[in-house]
């Protein structure tokens, strides 16, 4: 072990279903990292897939063992795969990018230098070109909306395509919540960072797992990962309709003094059944969604099962994150019976 040079950079990919376009992955990333360092490994992580992707990763590992691999017990998940690659690189530098060759490992030789200027994260930033101009609009006004909502700054057209030094991964493992909102957790760690752009580009091969309905619950995600907001809006929603209740009951009354009582109404007693009743099931769903959030969190369940591995001996089954991954924590022992 000692003999072996310090590894410069770590690439972790997660792949799901992807045995088209894997090969191709190895050799543009061979190429590429070849080039820009000669101390670099390669995690390629299995998310369940049920093509031959696990069986290409074990071929290429076998031909050059900078690759690893890890196969998880099942599909958890982009952010739970990418998760279980961040937890087993070990580079000072650790770059993230789809298996898709829709994040070009080329650009990793322009991010490189800069994380060693000194930034903690270097992101690359997909520019709009060649979208189509609904979804590009959908998704600017999307985060124009989730700037204002929520307290970490999100940026459009930045993913998971970045490239961490080793104290940012620590911190991101040190965060050991169940709902991973990648891009969230990405700006709520901070630390200084630098965006480099790049154009959009077709997928290698196969096709995309996103449905536009994911999108949506993607959208949700983001928002009710990050504050209680919309709990607070619900309240505000919640006194504007009784407001707005009591001032149409004195109007009825004052009309019922001035003029008798005209029996009427009927078309304002169904708008106010359906629409009040409608405000209600989107509260209770609201607080459902928080609900069901704590549920989760509660169970303490691992992010990610492994079933297999490149590692030599024995195959870890599975990976706790939380504050153990803190070093700087772990370096003074806390006073006992307090936690923090
Ligand atoms: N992916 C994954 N698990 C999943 C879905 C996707 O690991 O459940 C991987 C996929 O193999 C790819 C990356 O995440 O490397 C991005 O997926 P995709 O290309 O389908 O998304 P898009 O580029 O359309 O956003
Ligand atoms: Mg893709």
Redesign the pocket.
Known sequence: MSDMPPLELSVV??????EQVIDQLHKVLTTELEALTDAFEVLL?????SDSTVERMRAIHEADPRFRYFALSR????E???LAGLSQAQGSAIAI????L?HPPALLAKMLPMLEEGYDQVVARRTRKGDRPVRSTVSRLYYRFFNRLVDVDLEDGV??FRILSRRAVRSLLSLGEYNRFSKGLFAWIGFSTAVVDYDNVE?GA?????RFGDLVNYGIDGIVSFNARPLRMAIHLGTAVTVLAFTYAAWVIVTYLVNGNPVAGYPTLIVAILGFGGVQLIILGVIGEYLGRIYYETKRRPHFLLKESSNPGEIPVTVALGPEHDEFAQAEPRPPGRRS
């Open positions: 990919v997660p792949c799901y279903n992807e992580v299995d998310d369940g897939s599909n958890f998940g982009k739970s795969a990418m990018l789809d298996a898709d829709q993913g998971d997928r196969g096709e995309s797992k996103w």
